[in-house]
């Protein structure tokens, strides 16, 4: 005998079946994919170029033991923006005293001009277009005749005129070309000493050249009389921040993950040597500029953070960074507690400033009671 089936308890069945035979299908689909991804990422670790050497991990991790006074440690409360919206990534800034003008080089390539009128909020402060280098000008200073004189990534060292005049002084040393000339000092005899972060690695990739690992940075000096170009010191890591110092015997010079600085004498019995002016520091070193009051002001971007620690460790864990960078939308950002240290001529800690919300802070200098900073990424200063 044949009883029929209710068609709810046959659709309930039916449904049943169809959700159960699903599964393998959906479980399948994610485990491919998840399979592809492994093989992608594999082949990717396995054909790419990018090989970083090891590092001397003792050096790199060592840990700042001056203690700096208790002057301000907290930047936020007086914290103003000046520019904002209008300074996009001002790398660095010089002042001159006479004009009372701020200058900062921009991503937008123009130079810029910060009108320090008498203002007290320094937010007021106006800020005009100057000169526009056509790249991306990078640390500036100026010359015995009121140039200035800029470092610009995708051109070379520049000298621009009072007139607004861009002249391109070098752009190679040794037949090996700049890729991402960084800051620049000029002595009284008129000798400009500057820095070549890496010959390998342009500005966006510059990320590679730190985790890379090799030394491919250089600190040079250009000759306005003879028009030469010489590399003083070669195999630095991720050369950066230049400053003459005021007895002109030296150059300080910084290299960036190796968290120092160090000088070159350019006068008397040692001229030609190189000795250590700070080391280590308690973050990673950008510019560092001089006040005229016997105090050089040095950026640190970010300080050391567990990741950098690892990374240095770890030839592996740098390749993974490094591919991250190359393939997808970069690293996520741990950067914080970035800000400023003020030391005397010998080096010796005077103040710092320093604040998480002041991060990739890359070049300082105090004019009368205020500091100001650059930054490459932010869009003020």
Not at 132 to 161: A, M, Q, S, W, Y
Not at 230 to 241: E, I, P, R, S, T
Request: aromatic residues 10%; hydrophobic residues 35%.
């Amino acid at each position: 005998m044949f009883e029929p089936k209710n068609p709810v308890d046959s659709a309930e069945s039916s449904s049943q079946t169809q959700t159960s035979n699903s599964w393998p299908s959906a479980t399948t689909s994610l485990f491919l994919i998840l399979m592809i991804t492994i093989f992608t990422a594999t082949l990717i670790y396995q054909l790419d170029s990018f090989n970083p050497a090891p590092l001397p991990y003792h050096e790199l991790t060592r840990h700042f033991i001056r203690r700096a006074p208790a002057h301000n440690p907290r930047m936020l409360p007086v914290l103003e923006l000046v520019g904002y919206g209008v300074l996009l990534g001002p790398e660095d800034v010089a002042y001159h005293s006479e004009s009372r003008l701020i200058y900062t080089g921009c991503e937008d390539g123009w130079v810029k001009q910060v009108i320090l009128n008498d203002s007290q909020n320094p937010s007021e402060f106006a800020v005009d277009n100057w000169v526009n280098t056509g790249g991306r000008p990078l640390g500036l200073n100026f010359g015995l005749h009121n140039e200035v004189l800029v470092c610009d990534t995708d051109k070379g060292l520049l000298n621009i005129t009072s007139e607004g005049e861009v002249k391109l002084l070098t752009d190679e040393a040794g037949g090996v070309k700049f890729k991402i000339p960084n800051s620049v000092d000029v002595a009284t005899d008129g000798m400009v000493y500057f820095t070549d972060s890496s010959y390998k690695y342009n500005l966006t990739d510059a990320l590679l050249d730190i985790w890379e690992g090799e030394p491919h940075g250089r600190f040079l000096s250009y000759d306005p009389t003879t028009k030469e170009t010489k590399v003083l010191v070669d195999d630095l890591y991720f050369a950066n921040g230049v400053v003459v110092s005021p007895d002109q015997s030296h150059v300080i010079f910084c290299e960036t993950p190796k968290k120092r600085c160090k000088k070159y004498y350019i006068q008397g019995e040692k001229k030609g040597s190189v000795e250590t002016f700070i080391d280590p520091l308690p973050g990673m070193p950008d510019n560092i500029k001089y006040d005229g009051e016997g105090h050089y002001w040095i950026a640190l971007p970010v300080p050391p953070t567990p990741t950098w620690d690892l990374a240095v460790r770890y030839p592996f864990t740098r390749k993974v960074l490094g591919i991250m960078e190359k393939y997808t939308t970069g690293i996520p950002s741990t950067q914080e507690d970035g800000g400023i240290l003020e030391v005397d001529l010998e080096g010796n800690l005077i103040s710092s400033y320093f604040d998480q919300e002041f991060t990739e802070v890359s070049g300082a200098i105090r004019i009368g009671n205020h500091i100001f900073g650059g930054s490459l990424h932010s869009p003020y200063t």
